[in-house]
């Protein structure tokens, strides 16, 4: 009896020893009940029947990219998808009242829902849990880049709207298996603006959304597209590109102003098509390059250029002109004739000469004494037959001849003068014709901007 006793007391001390094997935790429990038996690659329903219904809710946080050359928009969204399983319920209180556990989205059922436009998906983090409830309601919530495939129009650039889509849709569950709805309201969706990065190039509008079927392969499928609407901010490309174009503009213009025969319009009008030249290689890259159409401001540029061009033409074609006339007067000038005749052979008029003309200046411009007109013939016919007898007819005869070389010269200097002013007169014209050529240029540039901008 003894010995029975101790060993009963010994049984009992070693058992106390010995730790307790730790219980499993509820967590734990739930867990491995609800993924005892699941089977990932079946539809969550007991009734094959019942629809499946996944609502979905989208939020855009930022405009990372808009490339008009691949007609694509890079995009960061926070995306939810929310659906119920069926085999992922539990009761709360036989699990010490856990009510929401996350998953691994790989052991159990996610619909096939994707993005029909994506292009690729960028660099989203991977999110490998879903939450589940008790109710069997899954919650999918993760961020996405998306690159998505978008038919950019860079038109009216830097005043352009951009339209982008992205359509939701189950790639091979039709309308009977798997239905789409939004979780929120059309009206909140579009209009939810909270998480979106509003300092940036792009302006949030609106991302209105709608729903419908479409028939494929005899089946139908449900789609929820969501319309992505921005707008982008002009100011930095008005700054940077516009208002330095139209001030070069305008220095052409008002190059006009220098005068026609100083030799320095042209000079000028080089050195602005020069500059402008430069102007538009550093600002290349800052250009939208599209293949489909030609983007307004690309227009523009070219249009400028081809403006500074006809107002350098213009001005080489008036001072062609003017300086053409200068050189036909210059060879048929007698006085520049006489002077060449008589510098060249190395003697001219002597003391008593040069008196003389001054004297004959005088008398011709006071009235006291002019020379008749047969004199003159008589003196001319004279010089043409025979040679003077005396100093004094020889005199008189280049006298009569610097009268009438002067008289040609001033007759010239006149012609000169009137051909000067009509170069000018057709100076103007052409400025007129150029200033009418580029305000109609600017008002239909304007115009074109504006019905874009309210389309």
């Known amino acids: 009896m003894f010995l029975l006793w101790l060993t009963i007391f010994f049984s009992a001390h070693l058992a106390e020893c010995v730790p307790e094997k730790p219980k499993r935790s509820a967590l734990n429990q739930l867990t491995r009940t609800l993924l005892r038996k699941y089977d990932c690659g079946v539809r969550p329903v007991h009734n094959w029947t019942s629809t499946t219904t996944v609502y979905i809710d989208l939020i855009l946080q930022s405009v990372l990219d808009v490339d008009g050359k691949t007609q694509s928009i890079t995009t960061s969204i926070w995306y939810r998808q929310i659906w119920r399983d069926e085999f992922l319920v ?14 691994s989205s790989d052991a159990i059922w996610v619909p096939d829902v994707i993005v029909s436009e994506f292009v690729e998906e960028g660099k989203s983090p991977p999110i490998p849990y879903v939450y589940v409830n008790s109710s069997g309601s899954v919650k999918n919530y993760r961020p996405i880049q998306a690159v998505l495939a978008c038919s950019l129009e860079m038109y009216a650039f830097p005043f352009d709207k951009q339209n982008c889509s992205l359509t939701f849709r189950s790639w091979l569950h039709a309308v009977k298996e798997i239905d789409l709805a ?25 991302i209105p959304s709608q729903y419908w079927q479409i028939q494929q392969d005899g089946a139908d499928y449900a789609q929820i597209q969501f319309n992505l609407l921005i707008r982008r901010r002009p100011l930095l490309y008005v700054v940077g590109l516009l208002i330095p174009s139209i001030f070069l503009m305008l220095v052409d213009v008002v190059s006009f102003y220098l005068p026609l025969n100083s030799g320095t319009r042209i000079a000028f009008k080089i050195s602005i098509l020069l500059g402008y030249t430069v102007f538009r290689v550093n600002l290349t890259d800052e250009l939208p390059a599209s293949a489909v159409r030609t983007p307004l401001i690309g227009v523009f540029f070219v249009v400028c250029m081809a403006m500074l061009m006809l107002s350098l033409i213009k001005s080489i074609l008036v001072v062609k002109l ?19 005749k008589y510098g060249s052979a190395g003697h001219g008029f002597t003391e008593s000469a040069l008196t003389s003309i001054r004297t004959l200046d005088r008398i011709n411009t006071s009235g006291d004494f002019e020379l008749e007109s047969s004199l003159e013939e008589d003196l001319l016919s004279l010089s043409e037959t025979q040679e003077p007898s005396s100093r004094l007819d020889w005199l008189l005869q280049e006298l009569v001849s610097l009268r009438e070389a002067f008289s040609q010269e001033d007759s010239e200097s006149g012609a000169q003068a009137e051909w000067l002013a009509l170069c000018l007169r057709l100076d103007c014209l052409l400025f007129c014709l150029y200033l009418f050529v580029l305000a109609l240029y600017t008002g239909t540039l304007l115009l074109l901007w504006a019905i874009w901008s309210f389309a």
Do not use: Q
């Open 322 to 340: 003017l300086h053409h006339s200068e050189k036909e007067v210059k060879e048929m000038s007698l006085t520049a004739c006489l002077l060449d």
């Open 90 to 103: 539990w009761d709360p209180e036989e699990f010490d009242g856990i009510n929401e556990i996350s998953l």
């Open 182 to 206: 939004l979780w929120r309201s059309a009206e909140a969706i579009a209009n939810d603006k909270r998480e979106f990065m509003n300092d940036g190039e792009w302006e949030l509008l609106s």
